[in-house]
């Protein structure tokens, strides 16, 4: 490896920044072949805080209904070929219970942006999870909605709040979310952190037009909001979109991307996504490697997996029953924590100094 590269990678290490030129330079040179150090100076990063700990979060995908129109997903309302589902509040509950018998202490519930699930039916939802699931966090990703909307389930006991803004160039969101505006979803994530929630942002890999200069100010973005959570997975075209033919992400760039971020916010809970393990069977051991510390196994029914198509092919790799995934995890030098998994930056300090131990909680 050139000692330019080197160089910017120690630094990298050292400081968790990097100019945006020097970061343009790293993300034009660096090949998944020679991202060995990268990767190397991302694991040793995570160990410093989280240390071996793999986080596991029960995703039940409940309703794939959508008001929006995105181009690259399967679940835009256009899309009339998807068959779709609303799963009632008791079979959502039903979920969370099997989840929270089997050991998970975090619940992700995620759908379309589908007016159904009013304030209140998910402020009840929230509040019969917190009562049945005693200790269980409970992380909501249901896209853009009136303050007074977060607010109220926020009050009603949800922790945490996955919004990705999906892309930092303001051009191409709003080519790619027709009738949104990504102001507002800029507004929408600083309203989720404002309120409380321990808040996720992040981006997709590899849709057209995205350049290195486009990710290189991802980085600086996230490393700006400084988010609890960052999601990022590759891109992966769905037929029945108006992005259908364009080439799928890398999941090699993935990899370097999800190690980048990872020197640059230290702290950061960071997901191997669906995404990148359904363009490689290898994918959660490549991203554990690579930094990451969070795998989010589906948990809803199976006939809902199938019908949740943001994408295709998507069914059945996102699914592993505990003891495999422990198997994987640990083959890949890892340990499952069944905790609640929260952010580093929200532990208390005696908190962090108990932090040797591995498991309970
Ligand atoms: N509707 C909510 C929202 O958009 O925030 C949550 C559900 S949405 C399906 C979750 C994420 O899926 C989106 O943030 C987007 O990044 C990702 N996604 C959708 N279609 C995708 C595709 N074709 N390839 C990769 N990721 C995709
Ligand atoms: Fe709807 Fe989210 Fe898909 Fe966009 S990405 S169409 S908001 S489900």
Not at 4 to 24: D, M, P, Q, T, V
Not at 69 to 93: D, F, H, M, Q, S
Not at 195 to 213: K, M, S
Request: charged share 25%.
């Amino acid at each position: 490896m050139e000692k330019k590269l080197e160089g910017l990678l120690a630094k990298l290490y050292r400081n968790n920044h990097l100019k945006k030129l020097e970061l343009l330079y790293l993300l034009e040179k660096i090949t998944y072949l020679k991202a060995d150090l990268l990767f190397a100076y991302a694991r040793k990063t995570r160990v410093k805080t989280y240390q071996r700990r793999v986080y596991l979060r029960a995703l039940v995908e409940f309703s794939n209904h959508c008001r929006n129109n995105c181009w690259y997903c399967g679940l835009r309302r256009e899309n009339k070929k998807v068959e779709r589902y609303r799963l009632l509040p008791e079979a959502i509950l039903s979920c969370c219970a099997s989840a929270y018998q089997a050991g998970y202490r975090t619940v992700v519930l995620q759908s379309g942006e589908d007016k159904f699930y009013t304030a209140a039916v998910l402020a009840d939802l929230i509040q019969a999870i917190k009562k049945e699931c005693p200790g269980m966090a409970v992380t909501l990703s249901i896209g853009e909605a009136p303050r007074e909307k977060y607010y109220r389930l926020y009050r009603a006991g949800a922790d945490r709040f996955l919004l990705r803004h999906e892309t930092v160039s303001a051009d191409l969101y709003e080519r790619y979310h027709p009738g949104m505006s990504y102001r507002r979803r800029l507004q929408c994530l600083k309203e989720l952190k404002g309120i409380g929630y321990q808040t996720g942002a992040g981006f997709i890999v590899g849709l057209p037009g995205q350049t290195d200069e486009v990710l290189a100010e991802e980085r600086l973005f996230l490393k700006e909001f400084d988010p609890e959570m960052v999601g990022i997975g590759p891109f992966i075209p769905h037929p029945e979109t108006p992005l259908g033919n364009s080439p799928a992400g890398s999941v090699e760039k993935t990899l370097i991307l999800l190690a980048l971020i990872r020197l640059l916010l230290p702290e950061v809970l960071l997901p191997v996504t669906t995404a990148v393990n359904t363009l490689d069977r290898y994918g959660w051991e490549k991203g554990l490697a690579a930094g990451a510390n969070v795998i989010m196994p589906v948990v809803s029914p199976a006939a809902c997996r199938r019908k949740y198509e943001i994408y295709k092919n998507k069914a059945g790799v996102d699914y592993a029953a505990l003891p495999e995934l422990k198997r994987r995890v640990e083959k890949a030098g890892f340990e499952l924590d069944m905790s609640r998994g929260d952010s580093y930056k929200r532990l208390q300090p005696a908190e962090r100094s108990g932090w040797g131990r591995i498991g309970a909680g």
